[in-house]
């Protein structure tokens, strides 16, 4: 398997494992403060991947030069999963999935800015299509308020946070120097569990751990392991092998896996009427591919 096949591969699992976060954040969202709960994830996952480090590739001083690098991206990441479970009190996992799935016009965007990278007319077709499939689901089909832009609180907080997530796809290529990528990782964790130790101070401090709903920890522990550890790695990995436009394209399988989540645990499907955006999104997805080919 070629270097750019392991990338999409990487960012396949990492579609799965993303999509449980929105169906776990919705049930926690209003249990917890969002930033008391990310600042716990952030330390879970930050010694998950130290200890994957220190057994693979070791944590050498090199990698720690100019921390600042570490600090702008945990802080970027922070912004963004505080974000996420804000918008998720209110809106619906299935439609926050949607307003995911606009990151990879926001990241081409990026991508361009920061790193020069041009879209080919297949990649600028499949991104405009995989926008404008989000934004059916999000209005749920409905023209009349598509035209008056009748966003959902939820989900307008949730896109300034999509906002700094297409902004570290590109951040990653940049500020990397060679460091591998569990190792990145590791820095941009342990910062970011720095910035919301001190922006969640007052959270953290009066939050009663004992007393939260089991459901509270099931979220905490998989958003940590399995949302943070493993997709982290993923991200970096794939972002070092692909443009940052294909990169963030794989977020267009999000809110099908959302579905498949939500009928995992009885929460039910969305109504039809969300489908054809759906399948606009695949369609953008099997276009991006296509151009790999």
Same mark, same amino acid.
């Not at 991508?111 to 041009?118: D, I, K, T």
């Given at each position: ?6 990338g999409?591969?990487a ?20 249990l917890?403060?969002?930033a /008391?709960?990310? @600042?716990?994830r952030?330390a879970?996952?930050?010694? *998950? *991947? ?11 001083? /090199? ?6 690098r570490?600090? $702008?991206l945990g802080? *970027?990441f922070? &912004?963004? #999963?505080?974000?996420m479970f804000?918008g998720?009190k209110?809106? !619906? ?6 307003? #995911?799935?606009?990151?990879p $016009?926001?990241?081409?965007?990026f991508?361009?800015?920061? =790193?020069?990278?041009?879209l080919?007319?297949?990649i /600028?077709?499949?991104? @405009?299509?995989?926008a ?10 409905d =023209?009349? %308020?598509?035209? +008056?832009?009748e966003?959902?609180?939820?989900e307008?907080?949730?896109f300034v946070?999509? &906002? ?5 796809t590109?951040l990653?290529?940049k500020?990397n120097r ?7 990782? #590791?820095g941009?964790?342990?910062a970011g #569990? &720095? &910035?919301?130790?001190?922006?969640g101070a007052?959270?953290l ?5 004992a ?6 920890w ?5 958003t %940590?392991?399995?949302?943070?550890? @493993?997709?982290f790695?993923?991200?970096q ?7 940052a436009? !294909?990169?963030m394209?794989?977020t267009? =399988? ?17 109504g ?10 695949m369609?953008?997805?099997l276009?991006l591919? +296509?151009?790999?080919r």
């Open positions: 398997m070629g270097e750019q096949a392991r999409h591969l960012m396949l699992v990492f579609a799965a494992l993303v999509a449980g976060s929105f169906s776990l954040g919705a049930l926690a969202a209003n917890i403060a969002p /008391a709960l990310n @600042a716990l952030f879970i996952a930050g010694a *998950i *991947i130290g200890g994957v480090a220190l057994a693979s590739t070791g944590l050498p001083r /090199a990698a720690f030069r100019a921390p600042w570490y600090a $702008v802080g *970027i922070a &912004v963004y #999963f505080v974000l804000e998720l209110t809106a !619906k996992p299935v439609s926050a999935a949607a307003v #995911f799935t606009l990151t $016009v926001l990241s081409a965007g991508g361009w800015l920061m =790193l020069r990278q041009r080919t007319r297949r /600028a077709l499949a991104l @405009a299509l995989g404008g499939g989000a934004l059916w689901v999000i209005f749920r089909g =023209l009349a %308020a598509m035209a +008056r832009f966003v959902g609180r939820g307008a907080i949730f946070g999509c &906002v700094a997530h297409a902004a570290y590109p990653v290529r500020l060679g460091e591998p990528a569990v190792v990145f990782s #590791f941009m964790m342990v #569990f &720095v &910035v919301l130790s001190l922006f007052q959270d401090a009066t939050t009663d751990w007393a939260l709903p089991g459901i509270v099931v979220t905490i522990f998989y %940590a392991i399995f949302a943070s550890a @493993a997709t790695v993923l991200l990995y794939a972002t070092l092998r692909l443009p436009a !294909k990169v394209a794989y267009y =399988l999000t809110p099908a896996w959302v579905i498949l989540w939500q009928l995992a645990i009885g929460q039910g499907a969305p039809w009427v969300v489908v054809p955006g759906i399948a606009v999104t369609l953008a997805l276009l591919l +296509r151009d790999d």
